[in-house]
């Protein structure tokens, strides 16, 4: 812990409040972790809470090399974004190659035969072809190019078979499992999840599908404990988030580049960075300041990144001949010309404005304390957020140290969304995790396929939107599956699912070992109706199926 | 969950007694003989059908001019002609299981609809034909959602609206329940063992709570029994097609029959929506048209034939983001285009007719020198559909922002 730290630990008491020791733990683990592993909870007894939020929050001072090693394994994480774009291009790209004779159609895979780009554009879904397993090898490395003449060198062909089109997002959602089950540094894992869904990109856009690995990696997770300035502005340069929201088709309609396309501002991007980048939908803002606005971001584009057919190579990231030179006001503030600098001000005053302090606010609030946030605690994170200039890491501080976050009635409040339900599981039976199809799929059937959330709301924050019916039967058999050793990636300890004793002796150890809590009267009564019904040694999914658990 | 929950807090007694007393889907099934339910299907064909070789001008010599290779031949000119529908229009020689329904005037056809917004992207063009919402990205739910919402029921089946796909369709998405059932015989707990339903729901008889996320969990699961025990209901019998139908194989047709199924079950389903892909023929079009409409109109009319009289209870309506170019392009297929047509089948349905005004072929009518122009909005035909098959007051809801007033006509006011 560094000097720092100590000293804001020093200074912060964490308040008391009616939650046991065991409880506390068990608390902290699943609020800002992805639930508790065998002994974690035990940890924090020894250790005090503070110091497991205090390292936490500095997570460049945690060890996470065996995480690391193995991401190691899955080759287009460490790719930039145009070597990706290069090796797996749009279908449209390899159908123009086929098209004109440079590469041959046996050479490309099934997802990808030509011009036929449905699959990949039309439906946004993994493809389910035989043999796409991407569990054990295809996305452990990457293809041997092949050669196209006259295109930008190579592209990957098929792998035995198998459609590489979808291995940049396997890779990315298998790393983000990975992440949230095993990894050191849980609450940077919990935040750059945050971030993405605050800043949401859908990678089943096709042309943005070969930039989310870049954006999650050099964006958002890096900044996502930093100030939230930073993380805005380069949420604001990313090709990611450009593509997404289209300001790549925004130009001032009086440009150059506007004038020979035919096109002129695209609002989109604008209206999300205040609707729900920064200000909030109340935030006072008007339809006039939005279209102000998308001028000002006229210019912003990947083709000044080198991106595209039009790539103009590597650049900074404006393009002057798509920019709107013509004076803007935006918020009652006069914009003149003044190129790039214009947006960098403008974003500077939206990061400012009261109303981008109480939306950030509320959202963290939200998502470590209570769907319905406490107004109290939420105006002095937003106080927080003005008197540090934004600073994320404080802001946090703010929360974990507060009363409310200790309350009782935050205390199991929240749902657990499918990613946090899987993970907490995956973690309670003391398992690492194998990422395969049929649990990214399992994702994807309980409403959250990672990084695949179509509009820029991102994946909500609140109870209702996760426990629709086909829901609740996906998280019970889920269960069972980890339990009963039916789920594939998951290898849950034997010893951690059994107990010793009588069955209300084994319900009360497994109650400890799962919920951290003796059972209330009341459940314990439900727990041994339950029991009758099912084999001993699936007793311990009747605890991962319970209510108690679907709850954080 | 909003819908269900009020349900619920009152019946809860009748949902712990639920072992013993009558299964409240009975009761309900009951009541449904009185009241019978319309339905509405909604089938997407992503990928952006052709239709204008599905329901080709073929009175149009600009039409032949303008697809040397591909147009469909006048109707009578060969084995791959058009099927006359009024002559002006002809089907799809694949479609021709679609004709019986044509002459019995239980399908009709919109012609030159789709969506204003000029996107030729697959991605944002299907997202907002789901959303209902064309150019507005930041819109969370689905038209269809927003109609369940519009239009509370007071005891709503758990399965009131279905998706029958790996995960909700984003037209269904949003507050209003609304599971993915992929396969009627996968929707099951531990494997429809029913000891394993016996133990989860004996975990789930909480006691009734003041925190808000308990009682969201215990109606929530009252809710999955309810539609597990529906299925289950569902599932007991195995399904045979009525009067002859038979599905084709591939997924329009397994899904049109599960829907099917749903409906003859009496579970009290009144949205389904299903999904094909494919649609998106860049090259050798006719070949793969062939395939696909063959597909369809076959699933459509087993689908037709297997619900016999129930028929005049439902609606299918298809649609797809956009249409194709006018000009077929140099890889015997068609490009991104902008308008389309759509089928509308069931009872209600005024049909044997091509409705929608047509718009022509020639480069000053085709929309941007290229493509079928648009005459009617999407969202017309769909609040047609809301208002004057499902009883809907107004469509205003359902698509905020949007007031044509034009209701083309192809159902029954």
């Known amino acids: ?552 | 969950m909003t819908t269900t929950r009020r349900f619920w807090l009152k019946s809860s007694g009748l949902a712990l007694a639920g072992f013993t007393a009558a299964p409240s889907f009975l009761c309900r099934a009951a009541a449904l003989e009185s009241k019978r339910n319309r339905i509405l299907v909604a089938l997407f064909q992503r990928g952006a059908v052709d239709g204008l070789n599905m329901v080709a001008p073929y009175f149009e010599d600009r039409y032949h001019e303008l697809r040397p290779n591909l147009a469909l031949a006048r109707p009578g000119k060969g084995d791959a002609a058009a099927l006359d529908l009024d002559g002006r229009f002809g089907l799809h020689p694949a479609l021709e299981p679609l004709l019986p329904h044509w002459q019995d005037k239980s399908l009709a056809i919109v012609h030159a609809v789709g969506s204003p917004d000029a996107t030729r992207s697959h991605f944002d063009a299907q997202d907002y034909m789901e959303s209902g919402v064309p150019g507005d990205k930041g819109v969370r739910d689905g038209w269809l959602n927003r109609y369940l919402v519009a239009q509370p029921q007071p005891e709503p089946s758990p399965l009131r609206a279905v998706s029958v796909s790996p995960a909700t369709a984003r037209s269904l998405s949003g507050s209003a329940p609304a599971p993915a059932i992929e396969r009627v015989r996968d929707f099951s707990l531990g494997g429809g063992r029913p000891q394993v339903s016996k133990a989860f729901e004996a975990l789930y008889g909480m006691e009734e709570s003041k925190r808000p996320i308990e009682s969201e969990l215990q109606e929530a699961s009252h809710t999955t029994f309810e539609a597990l025990r529906l299925v289950e209901q569902v599932r007991a019998k195995p399904y045979r097609p009525a009067n002859g139908a038979s599905y084709p194989r591939g997924r329009t047709g397994q899904r049109l029959e599960q829907i099917a199924q749903l409906i003859k079950a009496d579970v009290g389903l009144e949205i389904a929506f299903a999904d094909s892909g494919g649609w998106d023929t860049h090259t050798n079009q006719d070949i793969q048209l062939n395939n696909l409409l063959g597909e369809m109109g076959q699933a459509l009319h087993a689908f037709s034939l297997d619900l016999g009289s129930r028929m005049a209870d439902v609606l299918v309506l298809t649609m797809s983001e956009f249409g194709r170019t006018a000009r077929e392009n140099g890889a015997r297929g068609t490009d991104h285009g902008h308008a389309n047509a759509m089928f509308a089948l069931g009872g209600g349905v005024q049909g044997g007719k091509v409705y929608g005004d047509w718009p022509g072929l020639s480069d000053e009518e085709l929309y941007q020198g290229r493509d079928l122009a648009l005459t009617t909005d999407f969202r017309d035909v769909f609040s047609e559909a809301l208002e004057r098959h499902l009883g809907l007051g107004g469509s205003g809801a359902v698509f905020p922002g949007y007031k044509s007033g034009v209701r083309r006509g192809f159902l029954e006011a």
């Open chain 1, 1 to 552: 812990m560094t000097l720092a730290a100590f000293a804001a630990a020093a200074a912060r008491k964490i308040p008391r409040t009616a939650l046991n020791p065991e409880q506390r733990a068990s608390h902290l683990l699943n609020r800002i972790a992805y639930g508790p592993r065998p002994g974690d909870v035990d940890a924090i007894l020894a250790q005090g809470e503070a110091a497991y939020i205090e390292r936490q929050l500095a997570p460049e001072a945690i060890d996470d090399e065996a995480v690391e090693t193995r991401l190691a394994s899955l080759a287009t994480l460490q790719l930039d974004s145009r070597e990706l774009a290069a090796l797996f291009p749009q279908p449209g790209v390899i159908q123009r190659l086929v098209r004109d004779g440079k590469i041959d159609r046996g050479q490309f895979p099934r997802g990808a035969r030509p011009l036929n780009d449905s699959e990949e554009e039309g439906q946004m879904r993994r493809p389910r072809g035989p043999g796409f397993d991407i569990l054990h090898y295809e996305i452990r490395r990457l293809p041997e190019p092949i050669e196209a003449p006259g295109q930008r060198g190579r592209f990957a062909p098929k792998i035995e078979g198998v459609n590489p089109l979808p291995v940049v997002a396997a890779q990315l959602q298998a790393a983000k499992l990975i992440r949230a089950v095993e990894s050191e540094r849980q609450l940077l894992a919990v935040m750059t999840d945050f971030w993405f869904n605050h800043f949401n990109v859908f990678m089943g856009k096709p042309q943005a599908r070969n930039l989310v690995t870049a954006y999650e990696r050099d964006v958002l997770r890096p900044n996502a404990l930093g100030r939230f300035r930073d993380l805005l502005g380069a949420v604001a340069h990313s090709p990611a988030m450009q593509v997404y929201l289209d300001n790549a088709q925004s130009f001032g309609s009086d440009t150059p580049l506007g004038k020979r396309q035919g096109r002129g501002i695209n609002e989109n991007y604008a209206r999300e960075l205040m609707e729900l980048h920064t200000l909030g939908v109340d935030g006072g803002y008007t339809q006039q300041d939005v279209t102000e606005a998308a001028r000002v971001f006229t210019g912003w584009t990947p083709i000044a990144f080198g991106f595209g057919r039009r790539g103009r190579g590597a650049g900074d990231g404006f393009l002057p001949p798509a920019h709107d030179q013509g004076e803007k006001t935006v918020l009652g503030v006069t914009f003149e010309p003044d190129g790039p600098r214009e947006g960098e001000k403008l974003l500077d005053l939206l990061a400012e404005n009261p109303a981008t302090a109480r939306l950030l606010a509320t959202k963290l609030v939200r998502r470590f304390v209570a769907d319905d946030p406490p107004e109290a605690l939420v105006e002095q994170v937003a106080k927080t957020y003005t008197k540090t200039g934004g600073n994320i890491r404080e802001m946090l501080r703010t929360i974990f140290y507060s009363k409310q976050f200790w309350s009782p009635e935050a205390y199991r409040s929240k749902a657990k969304k499918p990613l946090e339900l899987v993970a907490s599981t995956i973690r309670a039976v003391g398992s690492g995790v194998e990422p395969n199809r049929q649990l990214l799929g399992t994702l994807e059937r309980l409403g959250e396929p990672l990084y695949m959330c179509q509009p820029p709301t991102g994946y909500d924050d609140v109870a209702e939107a996760w426990l629709g019916s086909d829901q609740l039967v996906l998280r019970w058999n889920f269960a069972l599956g980890a339990v009963m050793g039916r789920a594939p990636g998951i290898e849950a300890d034997q010893d951690a699912l059994q107990a010793e004793g009588g069955r209300a002796e084994r319900i009360d150890k497994l109650a400890k070992r799962f919920w951290h809590e003796k059972p209330s009267e009341e459940a314990r009564k439900r727990l041994l109706a339950a029991a009758k019904d099912v084999p001993d040694q699936a007793l311990a999914a009747l605890l991962l199926g319970a209510p108690e658990f679907q709850r954080r």
